[in-house]
Every structure is written in C-alpha cells, then in structure tokens.
C-alpha cells in the first residue's frame, strides 16, 4: 500500500499528509478508480478541470463511459464551440454562460466559432455530466423538504 502511495506523491511532485493520503484513497475507492498510476492521472486531471465538483464522478462514470463510446465518432479530432453546446443541449444540460465560461477557463475561454481538441473537450464533456447530476440531486432535495 505504500508503494501506491509513493507513485501518488511523485505524480503531485510533493509530500502528501497522512489525512490528505487517507481521504485520497477513499476517494479513489468511491470513484472506483484503481490505485495505480493511470488512476491518480484520471483523478488529478479531473480535480485539475472542476475541483468543485469531482466528488460527485462516481455518480456519472458509468454515464460517461457509455456516452464516450457514442461521442468519440462524433468528436473526431475536436469540435466547435457552437457544436458542444449543441451536444450538451441534446444531454438535458442547461447551464448558464457563466458557468460554460468557467468550464472552458483552463484552455482560454469559451469560443462559439473556436475549434477544441478531443483532449480539451472530453474532460470538460465529464464537468458538464457532473454538474447535470449535481443540478439534479438538488432539485430532488428540493422537492423532498
């Protein structure tokens, strides 16, 4: 376990805490990501893109995984700004500018006429499936209280 541990820490390029090293794996484990090194890449890439709401990729992996089958053909190399927010249209996503602005921050802001790569856009397709499901558990706990 502590080999796992090691290869964590050189992929950060620092020392982790205890307490930070045992919330990681729990992490891992809900995500049901494996501990080794291709999942500490998933999970700092993805914490990279939307550390807000990371906690919640357990809940839209499977969705994900079955909607990056069907997206790859689609995608090719990248597509538009104008076509992803078409696709996040056709998935029931409706998010504000804003919020389009912040996901597109980290490659230099939302274009609707600017072309993204398959590895811009992927990433931040699994933001838009975590943030419909974060929407969507607070209406239910709306409509429960």
């Not at 390029?13 to 484990?29: G, P």
């Not at 499977?62 to 597509?79: C, K």
């Not at 802001?109 to 600017?114: E, M, P, S, Y």
Request: aromatic content about 10%; hydrophobic content about 35%.
């Amino acid at each position: 376990m502590e080999q796992t541990r090691i290869v964590y820490e050189t992929l950060i390029n620092k020392r982790c805490s205890d307490s930070h090293w045992s919330k990681i794996k729990r992490l891992m484990f809900d995500c049901q990501l494996p501990l080794d090194k291709q999942g500490f890449e998933v999970l700092i890439n993805l914490r990279k893109v939307s550390p807000r709401y990371f906690s919640k990729y357990h809940e839209v992996k499977d969705e994900l995984t079955r909607l990056g089958r069907q997206l790859l053909p689609a995608i090719g190399e990248g597509i538009t700004g104008e076509q992803f927010m078409g696709l996040i249209e056709r998935l029931g996503i409706n998010p504000n500018q804003s919020t389009v602005s912040r996901w597109f921050r980290n490659c230099g802001g939302f274009r609707a006429k600017g072309f993204y790569s398959k590895q811009t856009i992927l990433p931040i397709v699994a933001i838009a499936l975590i943030y419909k499901s974060k929407i969507q558990n607070n209406q239910l706990a709306k409509i429960g209280a």
